[in-house]
């Protein structure tokens, strides 16, 4: 019985992914590429604008995070097929679009910004006219691209960029919570998909919080200081580029209607049963999660001093969703209460405010003076949308911004 039922959790966690599920469908293959080039750590595929024959006025932006390499369907994809079609916009205006992607998406960022350094040299040296380049990236791509600017003007490289745009970034740090952290340590005997997510260097390097052990104490990752004290070194952001930013969430303060300390997922067995996750509340020794059932426990999880990070304010990830219908998918009872938390705070995607505190994680942005704000320019979402998710507001803003 112990074997079928851990044939089930490997099955189930196999499937759980810290972005997305794992293995879900393909979309269509993406249109053939006009030219496809081969760097270090990674490679880019180049689409021609509409009427042109080489690398006109170019976009250049990088792929986020996942696990091993970029799939170029899927960031195609989720450019061209959200609510808005952006390649298609970008390319009809006469516009390359370059999309650099890596061999392996949650290596180091500091590693990957090589890539994007290369990534910004090649299409330099390929293209035709003298219009300065757009230079971004999606999630974690955007910090990529923020380090990889940043160092080669410390190291007086020419990039020719003239604007930096960040996708939902999460420049002040990103939220997995810590309850579903506990669960990746707790099921790794089993499987260790889930936890060689968060474990990896790009996942530590960006989250705000992390837990090294079911047992541990959540803290920022040495990781992620380490990348802060670099990013520092470099100057913290590019000073040649105007600097602009989206946010997938909303600007007004107003949370995505998780309440703190609500049940958002629920096991009723037979593999975990009596085991629970709460949605991020305040206080101390605050209770975020159970764990329990035929693998150990009971383990009980806890924060100290966090906000109500779950509900805040921000673009929004399936957290809870995917490792319920993961575990549903073999006959675990489950009720996922909450699907959607916050993965990054709107005050992180355009770096106006640090996630400590509840009154600045629920800050009207909308309210501030925008020169608070490291961006130059920035724009919020109308809802707390998916994280990332290519919508008509956001894509026009970004297209009205591309240099002339």
Same mark, same amino acid.
């Given at each position: 019985?112990?074997?079928?039922?851990?044939?089930?959790?490997?099955?189930?966690?196999?499937?759980?992914?810290?972005?997305?599920?794992?293995?879900?469908?393909?979309?269509?293959?993406?249109?053939?590429?006009?030219?496809?080039? @081969?760097?270090?750590?990674?490679?880019?595929?180049?689409?021609?604008?509409?009427?042109?024959?080489?690398?006109?006025?170019?976009?250049?932006?990088?792929?986020?995070?996942?696990?091993? !390499?970029?799939?170029?369907?899927?960031?195609?994809?989720?450019?061209?097929?959200?609510?808005? !079609?952006?390649?298609?916009?970008?390319?009809?205006?006469?516009?390359?679009?370059?999309?650099?992607?890596?061999?392996?998406?949650?290596?180091?960022?500091?590693?990957?910004?090589?890539?994007?350094?290369?990534?910004?040299?090649?299409?330099?040296?390929?293209?035709?006219?003298?219009?300065?380049?757009?230079?971004?990236? #999606?999630?974690?791509?955007?910090?990529?691209?923020?380090?990889?600017?940043?160092?080669?003007?410390?190291?007086?490289?020419?990039?020719?960029?003239?604007?930096?745009?960040?996708?939902?970034?999460?420049?002040?740090?990103?939220?997995? !919570?810590?309850?579903?952290?506990?669960?990746?340590?707790?099921?790794?005997? +089993?499987?260790?998909?889930?936890?060689?997510?968060?474990?990896?260097?790009?996942?530590?390097?960006?989250?705000?919080?992390?837990?090294?052990?079911?047992?541990?104490?959540?803290?920022?990752?040495?990781?992620?200081?380490?990348?802060?004290?670099?990013?520092?070194?470099?100057?913290?952001?590019?000073?040649? !580029?105007?600097?602009?930013? +989206?946010?997938?969430?909303?600007?007004?303060?107003?949370?995505?209607?998780?309440?703190?300390?609500?049940?958002?997922?629920?096991?009723?067995?037979?593999? #975990?049963?009596?085991?629970?996750?709460?949605?991020?509340?305040?206080?101390?020794?605050?209770?975020?999660?159970?764990?329990?059932?035929?693998?150990?426990?009971?383990?009980?999880?806890?924060?100290?001093?966090?906000?109500?990070?779950?509900?805040?304010?921000?673009?929004?990830?399936?957290?809870?969703?995917?490792?319920?219908?993961?575990?549903?998918?073999?006959?675990?009872?489950?009720?996922?209460?909450?699907?959607?938390?916050?993965?990054?705070?709107?005050?992180?995607?355009?770096?106006?405010?640090?996630?400590?505190?509840?009154?600045?994680?629920?800050?009207?942005?909308?309210?501030?003076?925008?020169?608070?704000? @490291?961006?130059?320019?920035?724009?919020?979402?109308?809802?707390?949308?998916?994280?990332?998710?290519?919508?008509?507001?956001?894509?026009?803003?970004?297209?009205?911004?591309?240099?002339?």
């Amino acid at each position: 019985m112990a074997d079928n039922k851990a044939d089930k959790v490997r099955k189930a966690a196999r499937s759980i992914g810290l972005v997305a599920p794992v293995g879900k469908p393909a979309p269509a293959q993406a249109p053939p590429a006009d030219e496809e080039w @081969e760097l270090p750590g990674g490679s880019a595929r180049v689409y021609y604008g509409e009427g042109q024959k080489g690398v006109v006025r170019p976009v250049v932006l990088a792929d986020g995070f996942d696990l091993g !390499p970029t799939d170029f369907d899927w960031l195609w994809d989720g450019l061209e097929n959200g609510r808005f !079609p952006f390649n298609s916009e970008l390319r009809r205006r006469g516009r390359t679009l370059v999309l650099v992607g890596f061999d392996e998406r949650s290596e180091s960022i500091l590693r990957n910004a090589e890539t994007m350094m290369a990534a910004i040299m090649r299409t330099g040296a390929e293209q035709l006219g003298d219009t300065r380049l757009l230079v971004g990236g #999606f999630s974690m791509g955007g910090l990529v691209a923020r380090y990889a600017l940043a160092r080669m003007e410390l190291q007086r490289i020419d990039h020719r960029v003239g604007c930096y745009v960040s996708f939902d970034s999460p420049h002040r740090g990103a939220w997995v !919570p810590i309850g579903l952290q506990a669960f990746a340590h707790h099921i790794a005997p +089993v499987d260790d998909t889930y936890l060689r997510q968060i474990c990896s260097p790009a996942a530590q390097q960006t989250l705000w919080r992390y837990l090294d052990s079911v047992d541990g104490t959540p803290r920022e990752s040495p990781l992620r200081t380490e990348f802060k004290e670099e990013l520092q070194k470099v100057g913290g952001w590019p000073r040649i !580029p105007r600097l602009i930013g +989206v946010s997938s969430g909303r600007g007004d303060g107003v949370g995505n209607g998780v309440r703190a300390g609500a049940k958002a997922l629920t096991c009723a067995g037979p593999i #975990f049963e009596g085991t629970y996750f709460l949605a991020q509340p305040q206080g101390e020794a605050a209770e975020v999660a159970v764990l329990d059932g035929a693998f150990g426990g009971p383990h009980t999880i806890t924060t100290s001093g966090f906000p109500e990070l779950d509900g805040a304010p921000g673009g929004t990830l399936e957290s809870f969703g995917i490792i319920g219908d993961a575990l549903a998918s073999v006959n675990e009872n489950v009720d996922i209460v909450h699907r959607s938390v916050c993965f990054v705070p709107s005050v992180s995607a355009v770096s106006i405010r640090d996630l400590d505190r509840q009154e600045d994680l629920y800050i009207n942005i909308d309210q501030l003076p925008p020169e608070e704000s @490291e961006l130059d320019d920035f724009m919020l979402s109308q809802d707390n949308d998916p994280h990332t998710l290519m919508t008509e507001d956001i894509g026009k803003w970004v297209l009205d911004r591309l240099p002339d």
